[in-house]
């Protein structure tokens, strides 16, 4: 393992001088391991809580009274109000302290998801509706909390290990995410609608008091800096839409592609999982490797994130197929086009925080736990703010147009991203080839050739 993270004195196991890196131990230490198993924790816990409603909460509330639409807006509305939650902590996220900021999170998460295991208890029709929204954007916020928290604790510990660290992380995302459905669904249909929330509620609050022992505490100084200036530089304006369209992506598939597949394929109800599994299990397998790349050579970063959404957006052409192509639609063609969209969703989405911190870190922003904590915000609400719109997007699309041309149209916003992505980058280099070189020289070497001058 690269230990590059543990060179300065104010990092987790950071006890050697800077200066030594090369006595540096070429292992983690047991800050950098405790805070690996706190997020991991989170990672896993809070996913397969937010996945266990697909397989049975559509029609358990579709019986109590609520509409495809209401539906639609229930499951939207925890994108929506992440994305707040990640803005307001990520400014405040110093003042609040980072710890406490995890484990309240946590704490809320799992709290809400055992009080949504007793929502059948009540009255059809316009009180479980509203009582369902309250949960669910309280549940919101509490996650928005922990994984701003953890984003940035993260980046704290390992400073020149980012991509490496977060991408080894998405392995315990994608497990959430995986093992969630299915596992909720056995439970739902051995137990009832309670357990299956009841059980992983409790999963959730139990890590809580390994968390406050083993988590640090870390102190930092209040930012000068804002959001606004954040976003507002050019390279940073553009990653944040690079993350906005692949989560667009991500959640363009949520609601229509299992409808796609069982109308297309006939499929039994509960192979349409399996489906799915081909872009869960590809990201999760990738993003540690491409997290890795991006670490130990980042000259190749930016060009990572260029490549893998313009193969994201031929991957979007595909699915359908596009009718313009002229492509018979066969199963084993949407398993294979999902698998290649896993990876290019890994190539381009795990650069993107090390890039946005770069930038902040190179226009003036200070060096410390505020600025990521900016960063760590931003990040998660622009992925929030594509998560909201995805859905929203791909239901009106495929209801007028179908699957084959929805998906087409959506596969234009990483076509476009990318593209401006990779001109921002072209230019970039461009600009600094053309800067003329510092002929003056240095300090040193003006007293060398002109001794006799003061």
Same mark, same amino acid.
């Given at each position: 393992?690269?230990?590059?993270?543990?060179?300065?004195?104010?990092?987790?196991?950071?006890?050697?001088?800077?200066?030594? +890196?090369?006595?540096?131990?070429?292992?983690?230490?047991?800050?950098?391991?405790?805070?690996?198993?706190?997020?991991?924790?989170? &990672?896993?816990?809070?996913?397969?809580?937010?996945?266990?409603?697909?397989?049975?909460?559509?029609?358990?509330?579709?019986?109590?009274?609520? $509409? &495809?639409?209401?539906?639609?807006?229930?499951?939207?509305?925890?994108?929506?109000?992440?994305?707040?939650?990640?803005? *307001?902590?990520?400014?405040?996220?110093?003042?609040?302290?980072?710890?406490?900021?995890?484990?309240?999170?946590?704490?809320?998460?799992?709290?809400?998801? @055992?009080?949504?295991?007793?929502?059948?208890?009540?009255?059809?029709?316009?009180?479980?509706?509203?009582?369902?929204?309250?949960?669910?954007?309280?549940?919101?916020?509490?996650?928005?909390?922990?994984?701003?928290?953890?984003?940035?604790?993260?980046?704290?510990?390992?400073?020149?290990?980012?991509?490496?660290?977060?991408?080894?992380?998405?392995?315990?995302?994608?497990?959430?995410?995986?093992?969630?459905?299915?596992?909720?669904?056995?439970?739902?249909?051995?137990?009832?609608?309670?357990?299956?929330?009841?059980?992983?509620?409790? *999963?959730?609050?139990?890590?809580?008091?390994?968390?406050?022992?083993?988590?640090?505490?870390?102190? $930092?100084?209040?930012?000068?800096?804002?959001?606004?200036?954040?976003?507002?530089?050019?390279?940073?304006?553009?990653?944040?839409?690079?993350?906005?369209?692949?989560?667009?992506?991500?959640?363009?598939?949520?609601?229509?592609?299992?409808?796609?597949?069982?109308?297309?394929?006939?499929?039994?109800?509960?192979?349409?999982?399996? /489906?799915?599994?081909?872009?869960?299990?590809?990201?999760?397998?990738?993003?540690?490797?491409?997290?890795?790349?991006?670490?130990?050579?980042?000259?190749?970063?930016?060009?990572?994130?260029?490549?893998?959404?313009?193969?994201?957006?031929?991957?979007?052409?595909?699915?359908?197929?596009?009718? /313009?192509?002229?492509?018979?639609?066969?199963?084993?063609?949407?398993?294979? *086009?999902?698998?290649? &969209?896993?990876?290019?969703?890994?190539?381009? @989405?795990?650069?993107?925080?090390?890039?946005?911190?770069?930038?902040?870190?190179?226009?003036?922003?200070?060096?410390?736990?505020?600025?990521?904590?900016?960063? $760590?915000?931003?990040? +998660?609400?622009?992925?929030?703010?594509?998560?909201?719109?995805?859905?929203?997007?791909?239901?009106?699309?495929?209801?007028?147009?179908?699957?084959?041309?929805?998906?087409?149209?959506?596969?234009?916003?990483?076509?476009?991203?990318?593209?401006?992505?990779?001109?921002?980058?072209?230019?970039?280099?461009?600009?600094?080839?053309?800067?003329?070189?510092?002929?003056?020289?240095?300090?040193?070497?003006?007293?060398?050739?002109?001794?006799?001058? /003061?």
């Amino acid at each position: 393992m690269d230990t590059s993270a543990t060179r300065d004195s104010g990092e987790p196991g950071g006890d050697v001088p800077a200066g030594s +890196s090369r006595e540096t131990p070429r292992r983690f230490s047991r800050d950098q391991l405790f805070i690996l198993i706190s997020a991991a924790s989170m &990672n896993l816990g809070s996913m397969m809580a937010y996945s266990i409603l697909g397989p049975f909460f559509p029609k358990e509330a579709e019986n109590k009274g609520a $509409s &495809n639409t209401m539906i639609g807006v229930l499951f939207g509305c925890y994108a929506l109000f992440e994305f707040l939650a990640s803005l *307001i902590f990520g400014k405040y996220l110093v003042h609040i302290g980072a710890k406490f900021m995890f484990i309240a999170g946590m704490f809320i998460s799992g709290g809400v998801t @055992i009080i949504f295991g007793v929502m059948d208890q009540l009255p059809d029709g316009p009180i479980f509706i509203a009582m369902c929204f309250l949960v669910r954007v309280i549940d919101a916020i509490g996650f928005g909390a922990s994984i701003t928290a953890s984003s940035s604790i993260l980046t704290k510990a390992f400073p020149n290990n980012v991509a490496t660290v977060l991408g080894s992380l998405e392995v315990f995302s994608g497990l959430g995410l995986v093992v969630g459905p299915p596992l909720g669904g056995f439970l739902y249909q051995s137990f009832g609608y309670e357990i299956p929330f009841i059980s992983l509620g409790c *999963i959730v609050l139990l890590m809580i008091p390994l968390n406050m022992c083993i988590l640090p505490s870390y102190d $930092s100084d209040p930012s000068e800096h804002s959001f606004w200036k954040l976003v507002t530089l050019p390279k940073v304006g553009l990653v944040a839409f690079v993350l906005i369209s692949l989560s667009s992506c991500f959640g363009f598939l949520d609601p229509i592609l299992s409808l796609f597949v069982l109308g297309k394929f006939n499929l039994p109800a509960g192979y349409v999982g399996l /489906v799915f599994l081909g872009l869960a299990l590809s990201y999760t397998v990738s993003s540690p490797l491409f997290g890795l790349l991006s670490d130990k050579m980042p000259h190749l970063r930016k060009w990572l994130l260029v490549f893998g959404n313009l193969i994201t957006a031929v991957c979007f052409l595909l699915l359908g197929p596009a009718p /313009v192509l002229h492509i018979k639609s066969q199963l084993w063609l949407l398993v294979l *086009i999902l698998v290649v &969209n896993g990876i290019s969703a890994g190539m381009s @989405i795990i650069p993107t925080f090390p890039e946005v911190l770069s930038c902040a870190y190179e226009n003036g922003f200070e060096e410390g736990l505020s600025t990521m904590g900016l960063v $760590s915000g931003l990040t +998660s609400a622009m992925w929030s703010v594509g998560a909201f719109i995805g859905p929203m997007l791909g239901g009106f699309l495929y209801e007028k147009l179908g699957f084959e041309w929805a998906a087409a149209i959506q596969g234009l916003w990483p076509l476009i991203s990318g593209l401006a992505m990779g001109l921002f980058y072209l230019l970039e280099d461009s600009r600094k080839r053309s800067k003329p070189p510092n002929t003056m020289g240095s300090a040193e070497e003006q007293a060398a050739l002109l001794p006799g001058e /003061v």
